[in-house]
């Protein structure tokens, strides 16, 4: 459990670092969701670095799966409906709320940005009501 | 290129913080989400760090004429709380609370070679393109 917590910790101090090193360097904020959309989206001249960026989070994946694969441990559904259902959802809706977890949940609250930090009271606590509803219907 | 290169570099290091941190174990999501069942709040401490770190940091480096391998900062400055904030954020957590993924661990999951990242990076893929149609038809205010 206190290992959980330092875990967490310590992968967090490294994502602080990782999305302070682009906005230093590139001068971007690091929202995931906003990176994937606009490589569907934008004029080609914005297009590589998001698939480097892309890349880079793939890559960084196999080197997880080698090192520690029992961090992918704990996996989605076994029902595939309930997996297409939800990459809809939050495929749909980061983009319509211009954020996930990164963009508006890390980078935009420590901006203190209004929008971010309401964005981010509203998808915890609307996951946390769909965890309890779910579990209660037996989805999970 | 030099945008490129460093993009590459960060997706990799915020990859490894994705998987040390356990967002990349959709059931410590759910035991996260979970507080009025068996509360696994240990993922808080994600947010809590990466807040501590990047809200020194933004500080720190906005003090910048402009960053390193750009002419200018492209940071979000909008203030306006729209409807399409509120409901896409919504979605976005009934999406989270039902999978738990969000973008970045799914993203990173493909390398595990599983089925059910795979299917969900391209559900979630298909409701981007989604909104992209719709927006083109409606032009949503963001």
Redesign the interface.
């Known amino acids: 459990?206190q290992q959980?917590?330092i875990?967490?910790?310590?992968?967090?101090?490294?994502?602080?670092?990782?999305?302070?090193?682009?906005?230093?360097?590139?001068?971007?904020?690091?929202g995931?969701?906003g990176i994937?959309?606009g490589a569907?989206?934008v004029p080609k001249n914005d297009m590589?670095?998001?698939?480097?960026?892309?890349?880079?989070?793939?890559?960084?994946?196999?080197?997880?799966?080698m090192y520690?694969?029992d961090?992918?441990?704990?996996?989605?559904?076994?029902n595939?409906w309930?997996?297409?259902?939800?990459?809809?959802?939050?495929?749909?809706?980061?983009?319509?709320?211009?954020g996930?977890?990164?963009g508006?949940?890390?980078?935009?609250?420590?901006?203190l940005?209004?929008?971010s930090l309401?964005?981010?009271i509203?998808?915890?606590?609307?996951?946390?009501?769909?965890?309890?509803i779910?579990?209660r219907i037996g989805?999970? | 290129m030099k945008n490129s290169v460093s993009a590459l570099v960060v997706g990799f290091i915020f990859s490894v913080g994705l998987g040390i941190s356990g967002m990349t174990q959709p059931q410590k999501v759910f035991g996260f989400l979970d507080i009025f069942g068996n509360w696994d709040p240990s993922l808080i401490f994600v947010m809590i760090g990466a807040i501590i770190v990047h809200f020194i940091a933004f500080r720190i480096i906005k003090k910048n004429q402009k960053p390193l391998f750009s002419n200018h900062w492209h940071v979000p400055t909008k203030n306006e709380i729209t409807p399409a904030l509120i409901i896409g954020s919504t979605l976005f957590g009934i999406g989270w609370g039902l999978g738990g993924y969000c973008p970045g661990p799914a993203i990173v999951s493909l390398a595990s070679s599983e089925i059910r990242p795979i299917i969900f990076v391209i559900s979630m893929i298909c409701g981007m393109y989604l909104f992209k149609i719709l927006d083109s038809k409606y032009k949503y205010k963001r």
């Open positions: 459990m959980d917590w875990n967490a910790l310590v992968g967090g101090l490294i994502i602080g670092f990782a999305v302070s090193l682009m906005l230093y360097l590139n001068g971007r904020i690091t995931i969701s994937i959309y569907l989206n590589r670095w998001r698939f480097f960026f892309v890349a880079g989070l793939f890559f960084g994946g196999i080197f997880l799966k520690k694969p961090l992918f441990s704990g996996g989605l559904s076994t595939m309930t997996v297409v259902i939800a990459g809809l959802l939050v495929g749909f809706g980061t983009v319509l709320g211009s996930c977890t990164s508006h949940g890390v980078c935009g609250i420590s901006r940005s209004p929008r309401i964005a981010t509203l998808f915890i606590s609307v996951g946390v009501v769909s965890v309890f779910f579990k989805i999970l």
